[in-house]
């Protein structure tokens, strides 16, 4: 069946750094794959998505392209900031008509000031 | 403000009680889902519906049924409340079609289930 992989957390870094979250996937067709934010005692937000190969998705600074060659979604962020401290979501949805998610298990990221 | 709303937002049960869960959404969309969330094992889908008035299982739906009576509304019943159930429950919407590529779906703020 489909699945997602995601590094595990935490995540420690300090204000202003770069942030890499790594997000592999095993699909049997072509899904759309998306990135939701999870901040401290809220449900899930979308962060950002794409919807096929080479896409590039992109929200306050986060970016993740779609790699089918390498079957992965990483999340970057060029300079983090304290508000970004949250738990991040890697997700597909196969293009089965459905939009049934598939999340992974998430990785938690603290930013320090 | 629109979304999906979720009572209660705390509860704990004794082993061997029954809860229902509700989850209202005021956004017309027409699928709605189920999830628990536990440290360690991300998101994993209980039930979910694709209309008013039908259901279907997700990855663990044992011990768990849901009803949607309402469009708005998807409701999740414990009959007999175990420990392995304490987790944070979460229910989501989302529209049908390429908008739910768009929007994503909508998620509630979560309940909190603890089963002594």
């Known amino acids: 069946g489909d699945s997602v992989t995601q590094m595990e957390g935490p995540v420690t870094l300090s204000e202003e750094a770069f942030l890499t979250i790594n997000c592999t996937y095993t699909?049997?067709?072509?899904?759309?794959l998306f990135w939701y934010v999870q901040y401290p005692g809220e449900g899930l937000q979308l962060l950002l998505k794409a919807t096929k190969a080479d896409d590039k998705g992109s929200n306050k600074g986060f970016e993740a392209t779609y790699r089918k060659e390498t079957t992965s979604f990483h999340l970057e962020k060029g300079s983090v900031q304290v508000s970004d401290s949250a738990v991040y979501f890697c997700a597909l949805s196969e293009d089965t008509g459905f939009q049934k998610l598939v999340f992974g298990t998430g990785t938690r990221l603290l930013v320090s000031p | 403000n629109a979304g999906v709303t979720q009572t209660p937002k705390f509860r704990v049960l004794k082993t061997g009680q029954s809860m229902t869960l509700l989850c209202a959404q005021d956004m017309n969309h027409e699928y709605m889902y189920w999830y628990r969330q536990d440290p360690g094992m991300g998101l994993r889908l209980i039930h979910y519906s694709v209309g008013e008035g039908t259901t279907a299982k997700g990855e663990v739906p044992d011990g768990y049924n849901v009803s949607r009576l309402k469009k708005q509304n998807f409701l999740l019943g414990l009959e007999s409340a175990a420990p392995s159930q304490t987790s944070v429950y979460f229910c989501?919407?989302?529209?049908?079609?390429?908008?739910?590529?768009?929007?994503?779906?909508?998620f509630g703020s979560g309940t909190r289930l603890t089963v002594v």
């Open positions: 989501a919407s989302s529209p049908t079609g390429m908008y739910a590529y768009d929007y994503g779906y909508t």
């Open positions: 699909a049997t067709g072509y899904p759309s």
